[in-house]
Each structure stands twice: as C-alpha cells, then as structure tokens.
C-alpha cells in the first residue's frame, strides 16, 4: 500500500510522542479518550484514525469533531496504526494533543483556599500514577504533584489509567521532594505522609484543614527523613497475613476520608 509522504512523517511523529521524545505533545489513543481530550480543551494538533474505524457510523461525531479542530489528519490501514499503538488491541484512533500545563505558577493558580492535594514521590509505575490522578478528581482533590522520578502523568499508560483525569486535574510535574514539601508548607497546608508503621489511623487526623497527602513507592515507603517532615504519618489498618494495599487503593480509602470529614463541614 502505497502512504502519502505526509502521513508518513506524521506516523513518524506521533510515535516520537508516543516514546515520550517530544515535550509539548500527548499521545491520546481511544475513541473515550480522545474524547475527553476534546471536551477537556486541550488543543487538537493530529488525528490518526484507521479505515475500519473512519468507516464506523459510532465514530463518525466524533471524528468529525476532532477533524474540524485539527490542521493535520491521516486515515491509515490497521496494520499502520497498529505499528504506533501502544495496546495490545488498538482502538482505531490516535490524537496527538498539547500538553496540560504543569507548571508550578499554573498549579498555584488552580487552588483555592482549601487545597486537597496528592502529592506522588518516586511512584514509577505510570498505571499506578494514573489510577491515583483519576481517584483524587473523583474524591475532590484540587490537584497532585509529580515529584522528580515519578512516571510522567501524561505519558499513554498514565493517561489510559486516569481516563480522562489527567486532562483536567491540576498537575504540578518536576518539583523534588524538598520543593514540593516547602511550597505547601509555605501555604499553611498540612503534610500528611502514608506509612505502613504509623501509630495514627488514617480517619485519626483533621483533614479538614488544608492538606497534601504524601505517597511514597510501593516497595519502599517513605525514608525516615522524607517521613520526618510530615505534621502527620497515618496508617490504614490491615487485618491478616496482608502488610499493604496497592498504592491506588490506599490513595482512594485515605482521600474519602478526607471527602468524608470535608463533607460534614457546613
């Protein structure tokens, strides 16, 4: 099959983006995905879709849509879309899209006068950083912060993880620990770090005040030090032979608490 040399170099591309070699760009693949990249506002700069999908009466809106925002559009076989997807089963569409702003300066202005915030720490598996960006916008954190050495939040795993999360929770990408720690607590936010041997029970503390909840990986926790500038370290219990929840699961039980406190204030 013969491929236009435009599309090609978009092929090119997008699997730059993909390999996360080119900053400014997102790799967004799926029907809901891309949708939500849409209705999210993030800039539209391509679309690849395969024939089969294009020919689909289900996806005709919202091709439609995504063509009309976009410049840049090639419709490709399976096979050529199958060579840029990064699932096992590709869903007939890829959108290369701007990146959500990340800054610090950005971040700052999205909060309120009662931040919830995540704050995730060397977590490197981007399905985990995913799932927790989509469990906070749920339980009505309002933002998380991806320490150096954390999976980027934008990259494809993440975003299929947070499903459509990542484009609309304030995210602050790139701080250390140490500037991440100062900016909140520069804020009057206080730290609350997850640890296994905590004496305090998660619904023990007051998550009422303005908070960030600090996560460490899962194979090591949080080191004495990182611990050491929490105002609080909390624990949820755990019954039988089991010594810790996933780092997704620990996030969602330990945020609804604080969405359960929150909910009480009148």
């Not at 689909?56 to 559009?73: D, G, Y």
């Not at 989509?134 to 339980?139: F, P, Q, V």
């Not at 954190?141 to 050495?149: D, F, L, P, V």
Request: charged share 25%.
């Amino acid at each position: 099959m013969h491929i236009k040399s435009r599309d090609n170099s978009l092929l090119r591309q997008a699997r730059a983006v993909r390999d996360g070699k080119v900053d400014e760009l997102i790799f967004v693949e799926g029907l809901r995905l891309c949708e939500e990249a849409l209705r999210s506002g993030l800039t539209i700069e391509a679309v690849i879709v395969s024939e089969e999908l294009a020919q689909k009466e289900k996806a005709a809106s919202l091709l439609a849509e995504l063509r009309k925002t976009s410049e840049r559009t090639a419709t490709v076989s399976e096979k050529l879309l199958e060579s840029i997807s990064y699932m096992k089963t590709p869903q007939g569409i890829v959108v290369l899209a701007s990146r959500p702003q990340s800054s610090a300066d950005h971040f700052a202005a999205k909060q309120n006068d009662h931040p919830l915030i995540v704050v995730m720490h060397r977590i490197n598996n981007p399905v985990n950083v995913g799932a927790i960006l989509r469990t906070a916008e749920a339980a009505g954190s309002t933002g998380a912060i991806a320490i150096q050495g954390t999976s980027d939040p934008f990259s494809p795993k993440s975003l299929r993880g947070a499903m459509g999360s990542a484009f609309r929770l304030p995210v602050w990408s790139g701080p250390n620990y140490r500037e991440a720690i100062d900016w909140c607590s520069q804020r009057h936010i206080q730290i609350i770090c997850a640890d296994v041997n905590a004496d305090t029970d998660y619904d023990e503390v007051d998550w009422k005040r303005p908070s960030a909840l600090v996560l460490g990986p899962e194979s090591s926790g949080l080191s004495p030090e990182e611990l050491s500038e929490a105002n609080h370290s909390v624990r949820i219990p755990m019954h039988g032979p089991a010594e810790s929840l996933n780092v997704g699961v620990a996030t969602g039980v330990l945020l609804y608490e604080a969405a359960r406190q929150r909910s009480s204030v009148t």
